[in-house]
């Protein structure tokens, strides 16, 4: 099964999640904050003057924020294919702001080629149906010379839960992330020149279970899948997912929620300003 190709996705249903969690984004997003500083602080090994950056993929605007402040004179745009994102994107900047704000999808993107000197994308690119089409879209828009840098979520994320599930039924409930190796194979693909891709293992910790799956609904990371059941979590449902998670994600007194965050980044047309 190439998951690379697979459109395994319901666009409207990604799409009708985020808009709902827009509001309560960043309040839950403790690891989308901690991996956004992180990727941020990757730029600062890369030697890049970019008159120009989009963060594709923005939600609620932190990572413009963050890359208006590293690079003040910049014009940075923000892209999320959640119009509710944008505009509490929006709320963050002054109304004379020269923020600029796409909605659309990361996958067909309304933008010319040549365009931007950093592509940069923090943990939306699991969202996309084919990841090639992803960077060969990100490739495009790129000017010669540019970087693109990103986060995403890599095989082993949330496994506990995935696990748990699989003891309830066999539809699939989490989401099928893609392995760092073929991430580079597709950088590569699409045209970018030294890619250079790594990863690490982050871990959550909960007191009650419910915590677990109330931050994955205010973060809008709602089961997707084309295949997934549709039908209401009921109270039997709910108690026999909670005792497997027990038997596979609770150490120590905590509910241990897992995140394999894969971070890349590579150069457009053979021309690479350097690290």
Same mark, same amino acid.
């Given at each position: 099964?190439?998951?690379?190709?697979?459109?395994?996705?319901?666009?409207?249903?990604?799409?009708?999640?985020?808009?709902?969690?827009?509001?309560?984004?960043?309040?839950?997003?403790?690891?989308?904050?901690?991996?956004?500083?992180?990727?941020?602080?990757?730029?600062?090994?890369?030697?890049?003057?970019?008159?120009?950056?989009?963060?594709?993929?923005?939600?609620?605007?932190?990572?413009?924020?963050?890359?208006?402040?590293?690079?003040?004179?910049?014009?940075?745009?923000?892209?999320?294919?959640?119009?509710?994102?944008?505009?509490?994107?929006?709320?963050?900047?002054?109304?004379?702001?020269?923020?600029?704000?796409?909605?659309?999808?990361?996958?067909?993107?309304?933008?010319?080629?040549?365009?931007?000197?950093?592509?940069?994308?923090?943990?939306?690119? =699991?969202?996309? %149906? +084919? !990841?090639?089409?992803?960077?060969?879209?990100? /490739?495009?828009?790129?000017?010669?010379? *540019? &970087?693109?840098?990103?986060?995403?979520?890599?095989?082993?994320?949330?496994?506990?839960?995935?696990?748990?599930?699989?003891?309830?039924?066999?539809?699939?409930?989490?989401?099928?992330?893609?392995?760092?190796?073929?991430?580079?194979?597709?950088?590569?693909?699409?045209?970018?020149?030294?890619?250079?891709?790594?990863?690490?293992?982050?871990?959550?910790?909960?007191?009650?279970?419910? =915590?677990?799956? %109330? +931050? !994955?609904?205010?973060?809008?990371?709602?089961? /997707?899948?084309?295949?997934?059941?549709? *039908? &209401?979590?009921?109270?039997?449902?709910?108690?026999?997912?909670?005792?497997?998670?027990?038997?596979?994600?609770?150490?120590?007194?905590?509910?241990?929620?897992?995140?394999?965050?894969?971070?890349?980044?590579?150069?457009?047309?053979?021309?690479?300003?350097?690290?």
């Amino acid at each position: 099964m190439d998951l690379l190709n697979l459109p395994r996705l319901d666009k409207a249903a990604v799409k009708k999640s985020f808009n709902r969690a827009a509001t309560s984004y960043n309040k839950a997003g403790v690891l989308q904050d901690e991996v956004l500083s992180r990727l941020l602080g990757r730029l600062q090994y890369v030697r890049l003057d970019p008159a120009s950056a989009i963060d594709i993929g923005c939600g609620t605007g932190r990572g413009v924020a963050g890359l208006q402040k590293i690079y003040s004179g910049a014009k940075v745009i923000g892209l999320d294919m959640a119009y509710s994102m944008l505009q509490e994107t929006k709320k963050q900047f002054r109304l004379l702001s020269r923020k600029r704000m796409i909605n659309a999808d990361m996958e067909r993107l309304p933008i010319g080629n040549n365009c931007f000197d950093l592509m940069f994308s923090c943990l939306a690119l =699991q969202w996309a %149906n +084919d !990841l090639n089409v992803a960077f060969q879209e990100a /490739a495009r828009i790129g000017k010669p010379g *540019g &970087l693109f840098m990103f986060a995403t979520f890599g095989p082993s994320t949330l496994i506990e839960l995935r696990d748990s599930w699989f003891e309830v039924d066999q539809r699939p409930h989490v989401h099928q992330f893609i392995d760092m190796h073929d991430i580079g194979d597709s950088l590569m693909k699409a045209g970018f020149s030294q890619p250079v891709v790594d990863a690490e293992i982050i871990k959550l910790e909960y007191n009650d279970f419910r =915590q677990v799956l %109330n +931050d !994955l609904k205010n973060i809008g990371a709602s089961n /997707a899948d084309k295949n997934r059941n549709k *039908g &209401l979590m009921t109270p039997g449902r709910l108690k026999k997912l909670e005792a497997a998670y027990r038997e596979k994600g609770f150490q120590d007194g905590k509910f241990i929620a897992s995140y394999e965050v894969i971070y890349g980044h590579a150069w457009i047309n053979e021309a690479s300003p350097g690290v």
